[in-house]
């Protein structure tokens, strides 16, 4: 008999391939999950770099939970590679960490606190804080930049959601931008859910950078540079 883990993990990678370790760690490594209790899908949007050597080494030595390492040719849509994994999620729960950010210990078990004081809830957010990444020797360095996130900010990796929640709201759309926002959403729209206040995950501040994180935050821009 195959136990369906209770919780899985997508993240979304294309050439991260220094922050990935840290990034997949994170999240085998919540505090309050048993053994087993995890199934983490690794989605590679056709990466250019040694992606593939890397998971495949960390698939092989992971011993706890479930690490599966998926690589599609470049799609380029961050909506269609989130739904190849959704449609091979076995938990019960899924939540989102993009490989050139983490989690922090506690951010599994905060969501399971709200779901176990609710059981009609169909997603559970968490919050974040804000940092630069960069490399050094072969070594990852991080400088919090805002810590937590001003409190009306939710993103990808703070949401925790039912994973039958799509059997009513569908799939994520196929955008280039902005799929994420609408996913969820459709999922506020249609579940009872919670926002926990509480900061669990850091998301990476490329400075003078085009990511969405660099653009959206014009506040953190503003004050710190």
Not at 27 to 36: A, I, T, W
Not at 198 to 215: A, D, E, M, P
Request: glycine fraction near 8%; proline fraction near 4%; charge should be positive.
């Amino acid at each position: 008999m195959i136990r369906r883990p209770p919780r899985s993990t997508l993240p979304y990678t294309t050439l991260f391939r220094s922050f990935l370790p840290r990034s997949v760690k994170s999240v085998l490594n919540q505090d309050c999950v048993p053994m087993g209790e995890i199934e983490l899908l690794v989605i590679d949007d056709g990466s250019t770099d040694n992606t593939s050597e890397v998971m495949n080494k960390m698939v092989q030595e992971e011993r706890t939970h479930s690490l599966k390492y998926i690589r599609v040719d470049h799609i380029g849509e961050p909506g269609t590679v989130r739904n190849i994994a959704l449609q091979k999620a076995q938990g019960e729960f899924v939540a989102y960490c993009d490989s050139d950010d983490y989690w922090l210990p506690h951010h599994l078990a905060t969501a399971d606190a709200y779901y176990r004081r609710d059981s009609s809830l169909g997603m559970v957010s968490n919050y974040w804080s804000l940092a630069q990444f960069w490399i050094d020797g072969g070594k990852v360095f991080t400088r919090l930049v805002v810590a937590p996130h001003p409190t009306w900010a939710v993103n990808t990796n703070c949401r925790v959601h039912r994973r039958g929640c799509i059997g009513r709201i569908g799939m994520f759309n196929t955008s280039k931008w902005g799929e994420d926002g609408d996913f969820f959403t459709r999922i506020e729209n249609n579940f009872p859910c919670h926002k926990t206040g509480i900061v669990t995950s850091v998301n990476r501040y490329i400075k003078n950078g085009n990511n969405l994180t660099f653009q959206f935050d014009v506040g953190v821009k503003n004050q710190y540079y």
